[in-house]
């Protein structure tokens, strides 16, 4: 019997790190998880399209500082500062009920393409726009070899191509080698809605071995500050 384990929760002690940091009392878990749930649920509808790669949630007492890898940093922050704005009052006002302030910091995602949730996103719509199917998947397969990836698979499940019996189909490329721990699989899964009912689609990216613990909030800090001006980012080539 195979025994299904998510690619990131199995690694957790290992490679990869919290994305939620920050504790409270015994009775007060379920209102805190309750609003961390509501900020990622607002958040995934509200910046659609701004390719978000991960969300991170840190508090204080008085303060809920929430991070955000984009790919497209530019369509959170909108013109001079505005997206920005409503973002914080719409979580302090709607989910937060002015209890705690709200800081929000914008990073850009350095390789767009390797990124398991911004590739499966980029399915999604093109799905959405009743693009097939099979081309979708090895476009986005093309790409991410391209971008430097060991390996790759896309598992697309549901009404494809709106036939009635709902069926699988998985492509892949490279090698993916999900039993070992050191090995860093970003994990995504999203969902398509289509005339015909929802779209599953599952993406891992299979990116080689490491041998310490990732956090990828902080190397994209040091990253962004360590970039000389006047360079390209590769999310303006990404977004090109």
């Known amino acids: 019997m195979g025994h299904k384990v998510h690619p990131k929760i199995h690694r957790t002690p290992l490679v ?3 994305d939620s940091k920050w504790f409270g009392r015994k009775e007060q878990l379920p209102g805190l998880l309750k609003q961390e749930v ?3 649920e607002y958040l995934d509808v509200k910046l659609k399209d701004a390719g978000i790669d991960s969300v991170s949630v840190e508090r204080t007492p008085k303060e809920v500082t929430i991070t955000i890898l984009a790919a497209k940093p530019g369509v959170v922050i909108g013109r001079s500062g505005q997206g920005l704005e409503v973002l914080k009052k719409d979580i302090e006002k709607k989910i937060l009920q002015f209890k705690h302030r709200v800081k929000l910091n914008i990073l850009p995602v350095n390789q767009p393409a390797l990124s398991a949730r911004i590739v499966g996103a980029g399915i ?3 799905i959405e726009r009743r693009m097939p199917f099979r081309r979708v998947m090895k476009q986005a397969i093309e790409k991410v070899m391209a971008a ?4 790759v698979k896309i598992k697309m499940s549901g009404r494809l191509n709106g036939v009635e019996i709902a069926r699988q189909e998985v492509l892949g490329a490279g090698k993916m080698s999900l039993i070992t ?4 699989v970003d994990y995504a ?3 398509a809605q289509t005339l015909y009912g929802k779209i599953g689609v ?3 990216v299979y990116r080689g071995e490491v041998f310490s613990r990732l956090d990828k909030f902080g190397q994209a800090t040091e990253k962004a500050a360590a970039k000389p001006a006047g360079r390209k980012s590769d999310n303006d080539l990404f977004r090109d």
Not at 148 to 151: L, N, P, R, S, V
């Open 181 to 184: 721990f050191r090995s860093n």
């Open 38 to 40: 509501q900020i990622r």
């Open 16 to 18: 990869n790190s919290w």
């Open 124 to 126: 999604v719509s093109e």
């Open 189 to 191: 899964i999203v969902e």
């Open 148 to 151: 430097g990836a060991q390996g």
């Open 202 to 204: 599952k993406v891992w």
